[in-house]
């Protein structure tokens, strides 16, 4: 997809200085993938006792053995 942005340019100079050797659209890109990833463990962590979870995890090991 193409997008144009209007970048506060010392925001997009950390950035690039965040990711060395990167392009501008790789920089753009693993930003949001980490901010994305960061967002969804937080979410997770906000979820933490209002959902009951089975721990299976003793079941799947023996599983695998079998």
């Given amino acids: 997809m193409r997008?144009?942005?209007d970048l506060?340019?010392?925001l997009f100079e950390a950035l690039m200085s965040?990711?060395?050797g990167a392009t501008?659209?790789?920089a753009v890109e693993r930003a949001i993938r980490e901010h994305l990833a960061v967002d969804a463990l937080r979410r997770l962590r906000e979820l933490r006792g209002r959902?009951?979870?089975e721990n299976?995890?003793?079941e799947l090991r023996?599983?695998?053995r079998a």
Avoid: C, M, Q
Wanted: proline share 5%.
């Fill in 56 to 58: 299976l995890s003793s």
């Fill in 3 to 5: 997008t144009t942005l």
């Fill in 24 to 26: 501008k659209t790789e």
């Fill in 51 to 53: 959902v009951e979870i």
């Fill in 62 to 64: 023996r599983d695998r």
């Fill in 18 to 20: 965040r990711y060395p």
């Fill in 8 to 10: 506060d340019d010392r």
